[in-house]
């Protein structure tokens, strides 16, 4: 791999940790929560529940994923 | 959010980072010698600048509909991960962060790295390490103040907060000379995690095109609700693990 290469790879690596950090889950999360925050909001029906349910349960799945990782490790 | 409360909360998140930042430098500092040190982080500042002064009108110039689903989206990636960390360190799956212990491993380490020097920087090493030091919690800071600058149209009053925090900081460091471990900082993480997850959320919800019940007033729930989930979260990983220790035992 060319020097070029590598530096490019590194400084993805660095905005990818420093946005998305330990669980990329969580991104996706947020992202499906906006999208689906919008769909509905576009119909017409009341939207603003969508997001905080969607981020509380990604939330506790990280964790809870997470925990259990450290318990089998 | 305006006046007080955006102080405040921009005040509490830069501080936590100006400590972790500190924490680093002082390390460097005392172990390597101040010249280089003092260079990494006159240059990361460089950077820093430069990185506000690209950003800021771009953040600017966006519509307010787009500025708050793109700054709404990211306070929630950037908030949620500070409550996964806070919520594992609580609940004991994760080591606590002690600004002693990264002092002394950074002490440790620092001792240790042999010396080379390099353009105009005596020791390349010193350098490199406070440059990055400063550059990332930086970086955090910036990031702060210009969503929530931006989204409250009061990055005047973000910034000045921000400069707050850092003064007080750099104060409080200079004359401890040493790790700032008497500052809460896992709780403080966990209360900043909150703000963010809370501010993220109803942003990005109004981005979307949703209605919050009361307007802006709906953050007054929003907030406790928020730091309820998390503490309620805390507790019941914390008695799973004890639950899950006496059946090893």
């Known amino acids: 791999m060319s020097a070029l290469a590598t530096r490019a790879r590194a400084f993805a690596a660095f905005w990818w940790d420093f946005v998305v950090g330990d669980d990329w889950r969580i991104a996706v999360g947020v992202v499906i929560a906006i999208a689906a925050t919008a769909l509905l909001a576009h119909t017409g029906v009341p939207a603003w529940f969508v997001l905080p349910v969607i981020v509380v349960a990604v939330l506790a799945w990280s964790v809870r994923r997470a925990a259990r990782r450290a318990v089998d490790q | ?249």
């Open chain 2, 1 to 249: 959010m305006t006046g007080w409360p955006l102080a405040a909360a921009t005040f509490l998140a830069c501080g936590v980072e100006a400590v972790e930042a500190a924490t680093i430098v002082l390390a460097v500092g005392l172990t390597r010698g101040w010249s280089s040190a003092g260079r990494g982080v006159a240059a990361a500042l460089i950077v820093l600048v430069a990185v506000v002064a690209v950003l800021g009108p771009a953040v600017s110039a966006l519509p307010l509909g787009a500025l708050r689903i793109v700054v709404g989206g990211l306070l929630l990636v950037f908030g949620l991960g500070w409550l996964r960390k806070a919520i594992l360190r609580a609940a004991g799956y994760r080591a606590l962060h002690d600004e002693d212990q990264i002092y002394r491993r950074e002490t440790a380490s620092a001792l240790t790295a042999s010396s080379r020097s390099a353009f105009a920087v005596p020791d390349v090493y010193g350098f490199t390490i406070a440059f990055k030091g400063v550059l990332l919690e930086g970086l955090e800071v910036v990031f702060i103040v210009l969503t929530f600058g931006t989204n409250a149209h009061h990055v005047g009053i973000a910034s000045i907060a921000a400069l707050a925090a850092i003064g007080v900081v750099v104060a409080v460091a200079i004359a401890v000379r040493g790790p700032l471990t008497r500052v809460p900082e896992n709780t403080l993480k966990l209360l900043v995690g909150t703000m963010l997850t809370s501010f993220g959320t109803f942003w990005a919800g109004e981005g979307a095109g949703a209605h919050w019940p009361g307007a802006d007033a709906s953050l007054l729930w929003l907030t406790p609700a928020v730091l309820v989930v998390v503490l309620a979260a805390a507790g019941w990983l914390r008695a799973g693990r004890r639950s899950a220790l006496a059946t090893s035992r």
